[in-house]
């Protein structure tokens, strides 16, 4: 069954499968969500589907005819897929200029083209404009598939020519279940979960940073942390910053993200002290406090001075009444 890989996305499969059943189907669609939410699975199925030559359905394809087992050996003719090569920032303008060479010509077996572009918000100004006029009169039988994180870095003039299919991030409990079958602890793939807003490209770019482990270390210090401490825990945050970076600039980024968790940590604790009577103030305000030395820090402030001042003042708020 054609979209079977694409889990959790109900809705827009739903609609995929609506707009080939009703015949009407853009030349552009605009694929939007984050990193693991099944956009190039989505994409590759609704590929399969338009490249298959004995579909019975017009949503599904047939899996025997040789169009299926072409593409099913990633060596269909008329299927090209292109984004940005390891260890580069944009998809080379040459991967956009052949795209629209193939594009003029004729399809070579199936009666069209299906072009998929990953990183679609990380093509240059120069790329997108030539590629625009590919958009804008396509050539006959040619389908257009971008893929992109967000819509924010996207030229206006292309998204405005794609029929736009939002993925949505999934229910944090469904992806805390997945986590959990992948092998994390309970705790720590719902924490994951949380944490990445159920997004679980985040997610896993968190557990392969090991996140998880050093919220752990982190509460028991900051359930401990008493003045004295404050600059011993400094030095940890400082630390593991450096760890987790390869330049200065990385591993202020780095200390913001690790702050995070802290901020994460102050107002889940918050929530679980339950409404105002029940006293979290104290525990919101230290939730502000780490925010706003991630602000600081942000606008470079020098790390070490923030993360002292900041530890200090948090050993000094009283304690939530249990
Ligand atoms: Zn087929």
Known sequence: MAFE???EQEGVVRRLRAML??????????????VGTGRLAAARELAHVLLCSARKRPDEYCGKCADCRLFA???????????????????PIESVRGMERSAALKPVRAGRRVFVMRDAERISLEAANSFLKTLEEPPGGCVFILIASSLRRMPETVV????????????????????????????????LARRAWGSPGLARQFREAGLHEFNREMVEKLTKLAEAGAFALSDWFLQEAQ?????????????QE???C????YRDLALAAGGPAAGPDAVLDRADLVLETIERIGANAQGRLALDRMFVRLARVPEVPA
């Open 160 to 191: 405005s020519r794609c029929r736009i299919v939002r993925f949505a991030n999934m229910p944090p409990d469904a992806l805390a279940d997945r986590l959990e079958a992948d092998g994390l602890v309970a705790e720590d793939a719902q924490w």
């Open 73 to 91: 050996a990633g060596s269909h003719p008329d299927y090209s897929d292109t984004g940005v090569p390891e260890g580069k920032q944009l998809v």
């Open 258 to 260: 690790l702050l995070e």
């Open 243 to 255: 760890e987790r970076s390869s330049s200065g600039a990385d591993a202020r980024i780095a200390l």
């Open 21 to 34: 059943q009703g015949g009407r189907l853009p030349h552009a669609f605009l694929f939007v969500g984050s």
């Open 262 to 265: 802290a901020a994460a940590y």
């Open 5 to 7: 890989s694409v889990t």
